[in-house]
């Protein structure tokens, strides 16, 4: 699976929209990038997963860049249950591929 | 679905004793996974099975260290014996092949004195 670079932390304040950025520019054609959040003391959830159209869901936007060598999570109106750490993942889909974490960036969301 | 299921959710061990983690997965999911988290490494994947059969064990950091999956809604990973460096957060997680998402369980912290 290609690797990933993530910032080790981020602010946010409340209300505001939290973009996370992560890079992946050793992406290969058939893999797909994934975000999953930890908040504290529970394991990790699933937030969001695209190949190379933008994504939305009820949680979250996931915006890849052209090339695909980048992607941003963006959480619209960042609240203070948001606060975790996020996880982004490259690997591909199909068949029964191993999940990797790396470190991820802890969010942090300010009142 | 009452999601991935794993017990005991606290365990407090002394050194030397054999301890036994479970983990029972989401009905149908046939990919199974074991992490281990600590602040110092974050979280590590130990195993993963696939329909039962482990496919990757390059994370399980000894011989003391054991996983077994004996049918599709099971799953133990054992320790023994156990060592202090061994107390951490155990997750385990379940995911269907052609799924997107991988579920985790409430994970089990595990203190080793």
């Known amino acids: 699976d290609a690797k990933t670079t993530q910032p080790p932390s981020m602010d946010c304040a409340e209300g505001r929209a939290a973009n996370l950025p992560c890079n992946h520019s050793?992406?290969?054609?058939?893999?797909?990038v994934y975000w999953y959040r930890q908040i504290h003391s529970q394991g990790p959830q699933y937030i969001i997963h695209g190949l190379k159209n933008n994504e939305t869901n009820e949680m979250a936007s996931l915006i890849i860049t052209e090339d695909r060598k980048s992607s941003t999570l963006i959480l619209p109106h960042a609240t203070l249950r948001d606060t975790a750490v996020y996880y982004c993942i490259v690997r591909v889909k199909e068949g029964a591929q191993k999940l990797v974490f790396g470190q991820g960036t802890r969010l942090t969301i300010n009142p | 679905d009452a999601g991935v299921i794993q017990s005991p959710r606290h365990e407090v061990t002394e050194m030397g004793q054999e301890v036994t983690l479970r983990c029972k997965p989401i009905?149908?999911?046939?990919?199974l996974f074991w992490y281990r988290q600590t602040m110092m490494r974050g979280l590590e994947l130990l195993i993963y099975?696939?329909?039962?059969?482990?496919?990757?064990d390059s994370g399980m950091p000894e011989d003391r260290f054991s996983a077994k999956m004996p049918n599709a809604s099971f799953s133990t990973l054992k320790i023994q014996p156990s060592e202090p460096r061994d107390s951490a957060v155990y997750f385990c997680?379940?995911?269907?092949?052609?799924?997107?998402?991988?579920?985790f369980g409430q994970g089990t912290r595990l203190t080793v004195v």
């Open positions: 997680a379940s995911r269907r092949d052609r799924g997107n998402e991988a579920f």
């Open positions: 009905s149908g999911h046939n990919s």
């Open positions: 099975f696939n329909n039962n059969v482990p496919i990757d």
């Open positions: 050793t992406i290969s054609g058939n893999e797909y």
